[in-house]
């Protein structure tokens, strides 16, 4: 199954060929320059992942994150990072990141960390959905 | 523990060394990035060419613009850097005000960007020299732009200018008023000491809009 990707990074041109060498790899990549727009568009698409830049214009990766995570919980975000030092990455996965990658990243295994958050997000989706439908069920006595 | 001011001076001095050098660090890393994608995305292409699929020429072509493009910005970047550190190598030296600032301009553009804060440096009839040390001059002149970026709205372009005022050489920020900590600004301990260091003054009216930095010699 295709994962549906998120791609938001500020360098235009590293956004262009990266999506480039996603969609040769099967995955549906969208992409948008600005951390503002990536969570307007979260507002009216669902994707199974974000991977965005850390550091970015107007509002930094970890907001961003943050207000993803608020609107969309069962989206997972993998963070690019610029920084030599796992603390950062660390951090991230604090505030509820699925995972970090260090620029410059290995599109293998980004790939990878994409399918993994893939079937992360289908667990919590099929979880959340049973619970659902059980809910519903003894609400009408069952 | 009482911190001298040749104390702070090194703080703010190593201080700014490491801020310029973590920006100079993430932009590298972004242009290495463009040119990993670039590199895998060479190797995709070859890849489809040895199972027979068709590659345009001009996608190629693309390719090795882009590579070209992106070596050349990795290089400036570097220039930019061995120049910066090599501002600490004479303890006093002739420096010519308005390239000096064009410099720090040119080494925080990234973090300016960031912050969506627009510099325009006005062009100077003639230049306006100081003599003085110009790894602490470049420190005060960033602070300075750190400190009108936080204190004036950045809607608009903050305009720098250089000239021979009456009382020294000066540099003079200018922008529209009302940025988040206007009111909040002020000099710190070794922002202080920096003058000091420097001989120079600074007058802060970014409750109006302004600020200037006058140097005490020509």
């Not at chain 1, 997972?76 to 030599?84: K, N, S």
Request: contains cysteine; charged residues 30%; aromatic residues 6%.
């Amino acid at each position: 199954m295709t994962e549906k990707v998120l791609l938001v990074d500020d360098e235009e041109e590293f956004l262009e060929i990266m999506a480039e060498r996603m969609r040769a790899r099967d995955i549906d990549v969208t992409t948008t320059t600005s951390a503002q727009e990536a969570i307007k568009m979260i507002d009216n698409n669902m994707y199974d992942a974000v991977v965005m830049d850390f550091m970015m214009p107007e509002i930094n990766g970890l907001e961003a994150l943050k207000t993803i995570r608020e609107k969309n919980p069962e989206t997972q975000i993998i963070l690019l990072t610029g920084y030599a030092t796992i603390d950062k990455g660390v951090e991230a996965i604090k505030a509820g990141a699925y995972d970090f990658i260090e620029k410059p990243a290995d599109l293998d295994e980004l790939s990878e960390k994409i399918k993994q958050a893939h079937h992360k997000k289908t667990v919590i989706v099929d979880k959340r959905d049973k619970e659902m439908v059980l809910n519903m069920l003894r609400k009408f006595g069952f | 523990m009482t911190i001298t001011d040749e104390q702070l001076l090194a703080m703010e001095g190593v201080g700014f060394f490491g801020e310029i050098s973590a920006s100079i660090s993430h932009e590298f890393k972004n242009v290495l990035a463009i040119l990993n994608e670039n590199t895998g995305l060479l190797d995709d292409l070859a890849r489809m060419i040895e199972r027979g699929v068709p590659v345009p020429p001009e996608r190629l072509v693309r390719l090795s613009r882009s590579l070209s493009r992106n070596i050349e910005r990795a290089d400036g970047i570097v220039k930019n850097m061995n120049r910066f550190s090599h501002s600490a190598d004479q303890p006093s030296e002739a420096v010519d005000l308005h390239e000096a600032v064009a410099f720090v301009a040119r080494l925080g553009a990234r973090i300016f960007d960031m912050k969506g804060a627009r510099f325009e440096l006005e062009t100077t009839s003639s230049p306006v020299k100081v003599r003085t040390n110009r790894f602490f001059l470049e420190n005060l002149v960033w602070r300075c732009m750190l400190k009108v970026m936080d204190a004036l709205n950045l809607d608009s372009a903050i305009h720098i200018f250089v000239d021979a005022s009456e009382e020294g050489p000066r540099i003079r920020f200018a922008g529209s008023p009302g940025g988040e900590k206007a009111s909040e600004a002020k000099l710190t301990p070794r922002e202080e000491v920096l003058l000091q260091m420097l001989g120079a003054r600074v007058e802060l009216n970014l409750e109006s809009g302004g600020m200037s930095v006058f140097f005490g010699s020509t």
